[in-house]
């Protein structure tokens, strides 16, 4: 017999899979539960703006082409958007690609990427699924990251450098000033990863404004997703911006029709229609003043968060989750050293009710 393990090579063998939740109809069907409410993956709860839907119907008679390679139409409305050259910009299947791009054209057999921890498990995964290694660098006790000791990880080996802000799973962020003084000490052939996914949602004023930095520092890359804020989840659409230099190189290692033609024509309605964002920014905003206020007559520490979602302390966190997902309600638990935390996504007013209710009721 093949013992494909062995083909496959001892990094892929280790690899723990992603492993997605069930479908939600499935869960309720198991469970015996109906009506449930999904808080577990950081989705839009409003949905997509009604004008990405327009153009959706009007690109589906143009199924059977094949997509623009370039990704021309969508390249210029975010150029536009954000007054940057389109030769600066890489399209791809949300930021999961993009971290899998540059790995796979900047990293060499024996090099590593740095991330703090907890951060997005993916980093790992994809980096150990191409060969390399990824040293993970705790956060201090706040859940802030801890910029001395991630600039005294970096050796010759490190290549990249992974930071998620805000933050997932804590919606922890670090600010203009903490960012600079860390790029000072990181050498110019360390790249800098700035995973910026839920980044339409952070609205601290020293947030750092990472657009003003690039020409700065040409070692810095800027990663962005029409899947939180946007709404588009199902099609993944994200995108990199970084010099053209950078640009170039992971453009020879993409795959030449990467962004299918639906998430490209979703994402181009989406960027161009910001009055809808901002209802999602502002619905956002309640539901996180509610269920702050909400913890706090509980009793429950939570960490202030500059996302769409937050991390709470219930104790027991595995037992809180599974108690709350026979009542229909799915959050998100971690284990390890989040043992006592689950995340709840924010979602609409009438879902945050439901869940502080059935929160209650499990504690």
């Not at 971290?99 to 951060?119: G, K, M």
């Not at 404004?209 to 993944?236: H, Q, V």
Request: aromatic share 10%; charged share 25%.
């Amino acid at each position: 017999m093949i013992d494909y393990s062995k083909l496959a090579g001892q990094s892929i063998s280790a690899l723990t899979p992603y492993k997605p939740g069930k479908p939600v109809k499935e869960l309720e069907r198991e469970l015996g539960v109906t009506n449930s409410v999904k808080l577990a993956s950081n989705e839009n709860p409003l949905g997509c703006s009604p004008k990405v839907i327009a153009a959706l119907n009007e690109f589906m008679p143009e199924i059977s082409r094949y997509p623009l390679g370039d990704a021309f139409y969508l390249r210029k409305a975010v150029s536009e958007h954000y007054g940057i050259s389109g030769d600066r910009l890489l399209f791809g299947t949300g930021s999961n690609e993009i971290i899998e791009l540059a790995i796979r054209t900047f990293l060499a057999e024996d090099e590593c990427v740095l991330s703090p921890s907890p951060s997005f498990s993916v980093y790992g995964i994809i980096s150990q699924a191409a060969g390399k290694s990824c040293k993970w660098v705790p956060v201090n006790d706040a859940f802030k990251c801890d910029f001395e000791a991630l600039a005294n990880a970096i050796t010759d080996k490190t290549r990249m450098v992974f930071l998620a802000n805000p933050n997932n799973p804590t919606g922890e962020y670090f600010t203009a000033e903490e960012l600079e003084a860390f790029m000072q000490k990181v050498p110019e052939d360390v790249i800098v990863v700035m995973d910026e996914a839920y980044i339409e949602y952070a609205d601290a004023p020293d947030f750092p404004d990472t657009l003003k930095m690039l020409d700065k520092y040409k070692n810095m890359f800027l990663m962005r997703t029409f899947s939180k804020a946007y709404g588009l989840a199902a099609l993944r659409a994200g995108f990199v911006i970084a010099c053209e230099e950078a640009i170039d190189m992971m453009n020879r290692v993409r795959q030449p029709f990467n962004t299918n033609m639906a998430a490209q024509v979703a994402a181009e309605a989406a960027i161009k229609d910001q009055t809808h964002l901002k209802a999602v920014l502002a619905e956002n905003q309640r539901g996180k003043e509610f269920l702050y206020s909400e913890f706090e007559k509980l009793g429950l520490k939570y960490v202030p968060t500059q996302a769409n979602f937050i991390l709470v302390n219930v104790g027991n966190g595995e037992k809180v989750f599974d108690n709350l997902l026979k009542q229909g309600v799915i959050v998100r638990f971690f284990g390890s050293g989040l043992a006592e935390w689950i995340r709840v996504s924010i979602g609409t007013m009438e879902e945050n009710a439901i869940f502080i209710e059935k929160l209650k009721e499990v504690l």
